[in-house]
């Protein structure tokens, strides 16, 4: 049977990457991207529709009319973002989620994903190499919705036999599309402002240690846990996945390999509290332990692959 998937969701970070490689695997007319903005310059080349992920009628609508067998639900409020405003971000976080969940047993969906978030972990998580089970205590709106995200997942999973799989992202790093609101957004304006002026002050201050990884491990992994045999999965809360950790100044030192007369200041603001309570490193052994996650991906490999594509 032909797999129809409708992202919702497709012009933020992940959705643009996510639906150019998904309509590679599956053909241009068999991934419908959605989002609540204009389409995006990248997705021209197959279907695009406008969707509030808030509007249950109109995705409904979509997934019956276009034969939807899996759904990407990547409309999220980000930690920065949803600090500002915590009442909308847990609206849209939570309701959007239940929205796509009821509709998966509703309609029978072949499988749902969902992304999950290191947000979930707060200060009483041990931070060096923290586990796949361990204290979960979030202290962002988005980890607290992130976290009760993963509840329903498995909830619904266990119920009623929804097939939901996901991941807890790291910091996310691309040069395709623009940062949206995140505690690691850091590392993604660094480069693009090595390159346009030489320099960078970073929000978050020097020795903040973060999980982090480059879009194209992120993308690949996402399909990859989509594609595992459903009996190689052993957990329906989200799976910890990681590639490197690292320091704003050592993304500099990288990017100075390039660019030797590149600059770096520290000005730390909100959102250093954020990123304080977050873990230093990811243990994802049970990740690759069970579907064969591996990342391809370090510091210096990223660097390279970030400057000679903005450069572009």
């Not at 009760?148 to 997942?153: D, P, V």
Request: hydrophobic share 35%.
């Amino acid at each position: 049977m032909q797999e129809k998937i409708l992202i919702i969701g497709a012009g933020g970070q992940i959705g643009v990457e996510l639906t150019i490689a998904l309509r590679k695997m599956y053909g241009n007319d068999n991934v419908i991207a959605t989002d609540i903005r204009e389409e995006h310059p990248l997705l021209k080349d197959g279907p695009f529709k406008h969707l509030n992920a808030m509007d249950a009628f109109r995705m409904l609508e979509i997934v019956r009319k276009e034969k939807i067998t899996q759904v990407y639900h990547l409309a999220a409020l980000l930690s920065a973002t949803g600090e500002k405003d915590p009442k909308r971000a847990w609206d849209i976080n939570m309701q959007s989620l239940l929205q796509v969940l009821e509709l998966g047993v509703q309609e029978k969906l072949n499988k749902i994903y969902w992304p999950s978030s290191i947000a979930v972990f707060g200060s009483t998580t041990p931070k060096k190499q923290t586990p796949q089970q361990t204290i979960v205590e979030p202290q962002t709106v988005y980890g607290i919705s992130k976290y009760a995200g993963e509840l329903w997942c498995q909830y619904y999973n266990q119920r009623w036999g929804l097939d939901v799989r996901s991941l807890r992202y790291p910091g996310l790093i691309s040069w395709k599309s623009e940062p949206g609101g995140g505690t690691t957004d850091y590392a993604v304006e660094i480069y693009h402002e090595a390159l346009k002026h030489k320099k960078y002050t970073s929000f978050l201050d020097k020795g903040t240690y973060l999980p982090m990884m480059y879009m194209d491990d992120a993308i690949r992994g996402t399909i990859e846990l989509m594609e595992a045999p459903e009996e190689k999965l052993k957990t329906r809360m989200a799976y910890n996945i990681s590639a490197m950790s690292f320091a704003p100044e050592e993304v500099a030192a990288s990017i100075q390999k390039y660019i030797p007369d590149f600059e770096i200041s520290y000005t730390p603001d909100f959102r250093q509290k954020i990123a304080d309570g977050w873990p230093q490193s990811i243990d994802d052994s049970a990740a690759r332990e069970q579907w064969g996650w591996k990342p391809e991906f370090d510091l210096d490999k990223m660097t390279k692959e970030m400057l000679e594509n903005l450069k572009k």
